[in-house]
């Protein structure tokens, strides 16, 4: 009975201590909730903006952009805001906020159980009261205690102060992009009008933006991102009966006309709103209107104010010429993928062509601009430079004929017959030449034969981001048939540049908070997306000016003197897009010129947007090391890989003869005087491959290839008009009999005269080396190895000597090896000892 007294009299002490606890804890969060002072909104107009975020160039000196530099605000009253941006704003933003008490418990309770879900730490539930308290009162700070404290004082404000009142203050707080805040402010800068004078359609557009105000910016490229919200709006005021359905319909179709922006204070403005969307989606609007962050980027001034002359000089000359108002600029660093310059218009203030639009990353149509992707591809599955594809009129749609009329019971304008720049049809091309001199229509082949998704799957691999719907894409994406941006191109192009190694584009250096702490910094983000090899043959077709003559002259603006540079060029339909795309391994150049509204201009790729990137490039290599293209491994095993692929498009059936014998080669036949021969017997590429398995067998029915007619018919034709001009090779003409001058009877005997193996030589001494030979033909040359270290040739008629204290490594005992070659490249080789006194 005692322990029992014990154990009870225990647990009473511990529940009251306990309940002491709560009571002590209870009583100072009652105290300090009872603490916390209702601010005086009559100072909110005349707050000063702290920590104001600051964008600087990759020096971290330069300053592009102060996020609050010419911070716009004007203050009006309840009753001169208008129904139309209230109603919109409550709709969109609080839906109960004339109900509730500053805070919303469903909403609370929903983002408890999102964070306890794991889903976000402080995910939100924000009513209109509380974004107030937000964007006023506390710090960007994510913390529950953060949150604690907006919930306390937005029931605090709602209990003290009318919801009108409330409503004012935070339309006139509210963020809508840029230095703008508040509603009035906003009403002026867009529309140009007083807030109470706002259409429906208007104060829907505004009600949207303070979500995102970057992202949803009526000046930025997500214009259509800013259309859905504005109709979500519209929406939500509909189903809050706050508008008539009569009302909708005629806000939802009103064309809204925003005011030209006209911003000041700021460099590179393009690149700077790029990298101020990247904020804003990664920190939030708060934490960069509010965290006082320094933003180091990966721009370099100086070759971003040369860019933007280059560009607006260039521009202004091709409206004047060629009808094409407008252009952009986009340089990179392939090692990295830090952006150096970003231009995205001929003039971020020239309203007349909507300059402040960022063409660098908005989506256009390639061109040929695409073709090396495709290239890419094949070479990866096995084709070469050296393959010979067929530049004639070829229909690709399944649906029509190889002559291009559709078959019954299918639409003609489905047919696809493309033609090239000059309407003019080659023959036969290699790949070398037909992606130098971009010729479409073996591209398009190329297309067919290397796939469709296994090229997209390698465009996409590269940095290629809105390719991504398949379905939607045919054989015309190959000269531009699909939609890309002038970053993730020149990004793309930075791969080849790179040796096939990508490192995703980067904007930021480094990130720091108002207290200095690291938020990011770059780190290298490598990964090999293109065999080395495929990037280094890319780059040697793409600057090989020889290849390319035919099509863009001698010297042209592809060319840079005494530079490796790498180049290709795009035209869409009607010259509605100018590409040019250029790299050295130490930086990559993109250009797009053209007209924002997709008016046609006069030319198209290096005619328009060549000269920009010339000047450019230019000016960027001045600074920039000399660096060549490291030269790819072309060889190829005519053993293994068919004549087909190797560029002997008249036959797939080979025999090697002997130069010198004319008779069939054998294994001791040397390089140099075997030549392979084909049996003529023309066909498409078709007719010897299967796509699907390159280097198998040819196929055994290879009509089954639905698209071999088409490629078949168009080769038979010419071939029937052009054999005459070629040679013809028959199965006669190939050899019974073996090569019988490249045998070990043939083989030069050698006897090496001097030096002497009984003579022990002095270092200083001159040594000549003097060889015999018999056979049937003269030497004509002889290599000579000492120690298995080669230290020279000499041909026939001519003398060798050394001195051995000349060379390296020599001992007292030395081997002498001579390797002798006869006029017909028969060879042989001869050893001897000689000794060196020491």
Known sequence: MKKLHRNKHFWKNVILFGAGIFVLIAGIIIVWLASMKIPDFQSFGDRKIENSTKIYDRTGEILLYDIHRDTK??????????????????????????????????????????NILGTGRTQGGSTITQQLV????????????????????????????????????????????????????????????????????????????????????????????LEARKNLVLGRMLELNFIKKSEFDTAKNEIVAFVPQATLGIRAPHFVFFIKDYLEQKYGSAMLAHGGLKVTTTLDYGLQEKGEQIVKDGALKNEKDWSGKNAGLVAIEPSSGQILSMVGSRDYFDK???????????????????KPFIYATAFNKGFTPSTVLFDLPTEFQSTCDAYGKALPG?????????????????????????????????????????GLGDSLKTAEDMGISTLTDIGRYGLTLVIGGGEVSLLDMTSAYGVFAN????????????????????????TPNTREVLP??????????????????????????????????????????????????????????????????????????????????????????????????????????????KPVLRGLWQGNENFFIDKISGKLATASTPKETTEEKVITNVHSILYW????????????????DWQFNHFEIPIQTWWMQNNTKYHITTPAEKPTLLDDVHIDAKKPILSILEPNSQITYLPTQKINIKVSSSGPFPLAKTDIFINDTYIGTYNAGSIFSFTPNELEGLQVNNELKIIAYDSVYNKNEATLTFKVAP
């Open 352 to 370: 007349n062509i909507d300059g402040n639009y960022n063409i660098a990353t908005a989506n256009r149509q390639p061109g040929s601009s695409f």
């Open 499 to 522: 040796n096939g190694v990508r490192s995703p584009y980067t904007g930021i250096l480094k990130i720091e908070d108002s207290t200095g702490k690291i938020l990011e910094e770059y």
């Open 134 to 225: 937000k964007n006023t009162l506390l710090t960007s700070e994510k913390s529950y205690t953060r949150k604690i404290k907006e919930w306390v004082l937005a029931i605090k404000i709602d209990n003290s102060i009318p919801k009108e009142k409330i409503l004012e203050y935070y339309l006139n707080e509210a963020p809508y992009g840029g230095t703008v805040y508040g509603i009035e402010e906003a009403s002026k800068t867009y529309f140009n009008k007083h807030a109470q004078d706002l259409t429906l359609g208007e104060a829907a557009y505004l009600a949207a933006i303070p979500q995102s105000p970057t992202t949803l910016s009526p000046y930025g490229k997500n214009k259509d991102k």
């Open 410 to 450: 299918h639409n003609q304008d489905d047919c696809y017959m493309p033609d090239n720049y000059d309407e003019k049809f080659r023959g036969p091309m290699s790949l070398r030449d037909a992606l130098a001199q971009s010729i479409n229509v073996p591209a398009v082949q190329l297309f067919y034969l290397a």
């Open 532 to 641: 080395k090899n495929t990037a280094l043959t890319i780059s040697d077709i793409l600057s090989d000016e020889k290849a390319r003559v035919p099509t863009f002259g001698s010297h042209g603006v592809l060319y840079i003197p005494n530079r490796d540079v790498a180049a290709k060029t795009g035209t869409t339909n009607n010259n509605k897009d100018a590409w040019t795309i250029g790299y050295t391994p130490s930086i990559v150049v993109g250009v797009w010129a053209g007209n924002n509204d997709n008016t046609p201009m006069k030319k198209g790729g290096a005619a328009v947007a060549g000269p920009i990137w010339n000047k450019f490039m230019n000016e960027a290599l001045k600074t920039l090391p000399n660096e060549k293209f490291e030269k790819p491994n072309l060889e190829v095993d005519p053993t293994l890989v």
């Open 689 to 704: 491959v299967n796509r699907n398995d390159l280097l198998g067998a040819p196929p055994m029915e290879p009509g089954s």
């Open 73 to 114: 605000r004007t203050d009006i009253t309840f009753e001169n805001m208008g129904a139309n941006i209230k109603n919109a704003t409550v709709a969109i933003e609080d839906s109960e906020f004339y109900n509730h008490s500053g805070i919303r418990l469903t909403s609370i309770v929903r983002a408890v159980l999102s």
